[in-house]
């Protein structure tokens, strides 16, 4: 027969469980209802502010501040922005090519090999001479170009590439993709403007593991050491990208031509021209 003190015991245990297991259940009721309560302070907090900065145009932190009476030390105007602001050149020649068509690679894609004799670097005397223009906004930029000593009908290709001098990098624009390079060169002169698109264009006609490392410019071209590309996940797509890189002295004009289709027929890297002096 059960002891009427063991069964009291008993009794006491199951109701201090029970109201262990209430507190607890009020205790996360309430750490619920004040994380709702905390959701819904930040959520009229943030709607106050959205409509403040839908009534106003901005959303305003402290007091208003007064403008600066300070004057720009350069005159404003803003019909400046089309006008040309950087200016680069290159001087093009065979000896700034980073290989004899000799040492093309084994494995290189048919569209990159040379269909006609090839003369060594020091034996062409292929020459250009390279402007090219940036405008204040970066929306545009225009590339003018003179030739001596080459063939137009032999020219197959002409790029803008991002990379070291001494070596090879991807193009970050494609002149063949604008027109007929050989009737652009016709007289030994080729003029034409460079916008986004261009850019775009390029990237955009990557395909399989031969356009990644070909087509478009990495962002970081710093990446691009020693000869080795990397397939980087952004590439440069805006005229802004490719002046900076203009900037570091790592874009350079490369015109190829039949006999020499791989490296080049004349490479020149661009530098920034000083118009003040």
Known sequence: MENP????????????????????LIAR???IITVIIVLAIFSIINFAQDDDSGAHGQTMIGDARAESERESPIPLNVDLASNIGFVYQAFPSPQQESGEEED????T????LSTAPSVPREERSSRAH???EFTNDLSR????VEIANINPEDIVMLHLHCGVPGHLGPIIVDFGMMGDLQEYFADGMF??????SDLEMVVDSASGIVGGFTAGCPVDVSGLVEGILTVPSDKIITIAGMERVASQGELYFNLHTSGQTFFGDTRGTFYLVDMQS
């Open 5 to 24: 003190s063991d069964q009291s015991s008993t009794q006491d245990n199951e109701k201090n469980s029970k109201m262990k297991q209430r507190r607890q």
């Open 29 to 31: 009721l309430l750490v």
């Open 104 to 107: 093309t690679p084994r494995l």
């Open 109 to 112: 894609p048919q569209q990159f």
């Open 130 to 132: 390279v402007v090219l």
């Open 141 to 144: 930029a225009y590339l003018h």
């Open 191 to 196: 003029s034409i403007e460079i916008t986004n």
